[in-house]
């Protein structure tokens, strides 16, 4: 298995899982409070990329980071390089392919938290983050972490919008879902097994923990 691709996804994988962490379950717990009428266009924006296929979300993500946009230009003048065909690129873009993945998950288990425990909390006097922090994470932190496993599985298992937005340098933006397609291209269908194997089996050990992870958050 192609180390440096194995080093990229990996690091992919774990930065999308932590942004989504930090971003994902305040948004998550937003959505499971908000009460408006709007709040389904909100939904819809968010599940977005689950039918966009992932060469038409990786298009819009390019252009919006490329050197023609208000994004691209600006961390263009703050760092000097450009966003589009770095790891940086695709981290933006797997974090916003990714959105779905995470908040979904994390509004299920939020919403799966006794309403009355949450009210008692206020009536005590406590706070809505205190209560957040001290009522709601403990009671649905196995849904948040199937959640964060599922987004880190489905990170490793990214092809089309990386190699739109990436393209497929070795070491930088090449990762394991890439290796396989060259590998096959090159018609090099052993080394394109050995990878795929290895995603197979890690993919259905995600899947296994989180389904686990998911019966626990229902019995809690």
């Not at 993945?101 to 938290?113: I, M, T, Y």
């Amino acid at each position: 298995m192609d180390s440096a691709a194995l080093w990229v996804t990996v690091k992919l994988a774990l930065g999308t899982t932590l942004v989504l962490l930090l971003l994902g379950v305040p948004l998550a717990w937003w959505l499971a409070q908000a009460r408006f009428r709007g709040k389904f266009l909100v939904e819809a924006v968010i599940a977005l990329p689950l039918v966009l296929p992932p060469t038409v979300l990786g298009f819009y993500v390019l252009y919006a980071l490329g050197p023609n946009s208000t994004l691209g230009r600006g961390y263009e003048t703050l760092t000097g390089s450009r966003l589009p065909f770095t790891f940086v690129g695709i981290w933006i873009a797997s974090v916003l392919f990714n959105l779905p993945f995470a908040v979904r998950p994390f509004v299920a288990a939020l919403e799966a938290v006794d309403r009355q425990l949450i009210e008692a909390a206020w009536c005590l006097g406590v706070s809505r983050w205190q209560t957040f922090f001290r009522v709601v994470l403990p009671l649905s932190w196995p849904g948040i972490l199937a959640g964060a496993v599922l987004t880190f599985a489905h990170t490793v298992g990214e092809f089309g919008v990386v190699l739109m937005v990436g393209g497929n340098i070795p070491g930088v933006t090449r990762t394991l879902s890439i290796v396989v397609y060259d590998e096959v291209q090159a018609l090099n269908y052993a080394a394109a097994a050995q990878t795929a194997w290895g995603l197979v089996s890690f993919s259905f050990t995600a899947l296994a923990l989180t389904y686990a992870l998911q019966r626990k958050s229902w019995l809690v």
